[in-house]
T-cell receptor, first 112, second 111 residues
Framework: EADIYQTPRYLVIGTGKKITLECSQT?????MYWYQQDPGMELHLIHY???????EKGDLSSESTVSRIRTEHFPLTLESARPSHTSQYLC???????????FGDGTRLSIL | GENVEQHPSTLSVQEGDSAVIKCTYS??????FPWYKQELGKGPQLIID?????GEKKDQRIAVTLNKTAKHFSLHITETQPEDSAVYFC??????????FGTGTSLTVIP
C-alpha cells in the first residue's frame, strides 16, 4: 500500500559513525518532510523540502542534514552519530498546498 | 507558530462503545485538520481530514467535527473494534503549509 519507502527499518550503530537514512517516494510529490518521533510520542519536524534543491530546517533543532537532488529522493545524514540521536525517524511526502501527508514506516535508530 | 493540544493522552473503551479525542489549536489561520492513526511499528496513516469551510465530516464509523470559533476539533469513533487500538494524532496546517501535530492519544479497545 505504501508508496513511500524508508531504509533501513532498523539500525544499531556505534557512536561517531556517519549515517544516511534513505527515503524514496513514487508519487511525484514535491513536498517531503523528516520527523523525529520517540515511539508513540509527538512528531517533531526536523527538515522539509518544497522541491528539488529546496531544503529547510524544521522547528526541532537537529544536527542532521538533508539533500533533495531528485524529486523522489530525500536522504537524511548524520555526520557523527551520538547516543542522543537514538529515536525513530519518519519521512513523509505530500502534494503542494494543504494536502494529506503520506508517511513511510520509519527507521528506528539506536546509537550505542 | 501554531500550538496543537490533544486530550486525552490515553483512552480505554469497551468494544462497541464510542471514543472521542479532542484537539485545540492556537492559530486562527490554520485551515486544514487531518487525523492520523499509527499502529505499532508503522508510520502514521491518514484516516480522515477536514477543512475549515466544513463543520463536520463522516466516513463510516469515523467522524470529525470542527469548531472554528472555539478553535477545536474532535475525532469520533463509533462502534469501536479491537483493531481500532492504536495511537491517534491530530494535526493542523495553515498558510505556511507546515503541519503541527498533537501529542497523541493511545486508544485501547477492550474486547
Amino acid at each position: 500500500e505504501a508508496d513511500i519507502y524508508q531504509t533501513p527499518r532498523y539500525l544499531v550503530i556505534g557512536t561517531g559513525k556517519k549515517i544516511t537514512l534513505e527515503c524514496s517516494q513514487t508519487m511525484g510529490h514535491d513536498k517531503m518532510y523528516w520527523y523525529q518521533q520517540d515511539p508513540g510520542m509527538e512528531l517533531h519536524l526536523i527538515h522539509y523540502s518544497y522541491g528539488v534543491n529546496s531544503t529547510e530546517k524544521g522547528d526541532l533543532s537537529s544536527e542532521s542534514t538533508v539533500s533533495r537532488i531528485r524529486t523522489e529522493h530525500f536522504p537524511l545524514t548524520l555526520e557523527s552519530a551520538r547516543p542522543s540521536h537514538t529515536s525513530q525517524y519518519l519521512c513523509a511526502s505530500s502534494e503542494p498546498g494543504n494536502q494529506p501527508q503520506h508517511f513511510g514506516d520509519g527507521t528506528r535508530l539506536s546509537i550505542l | 507558530g501554531e500550538n496543537v493540544e490533544q486530550h486525552p493522552s490515553t483512552l480505554s473503551v469497551q468494544e462497541g462503545d464510542s471514543a472521542v479525542i479532542k484537539c485545540t489549536y492556537s492559530d486562527s489561520a490554520s485551515n486544514y485538520f487531518p487525523w492520523y492513526k499509527q499502529e505499532l511499528g508503522k508510520g502514521p496513516q491518514l484516516i480522515i481530514d477536514i477543512r475549515s469551510n466544513v463543520g463536520e465530516k463522516k466516513d463510516q464509523r469515523i467522524a470529525v467535527t470542527l469548531n472554528k470559533t472555539a478553535k477545536h476539533f474532535s475525532l469520533h469513533i463509533t462502534e469501536t473494534q479491537p483493531e481500532d487500538s492504536a495511537v491517534y494524532f491530530c494535526a493542523a496546517s495553515g498558510t505556511g503549509n507546515q503541519f503541527y501535530f498533537g501529542t497523541g492519544t493511545s486508544l485501547t479497545v477492550i474486547p
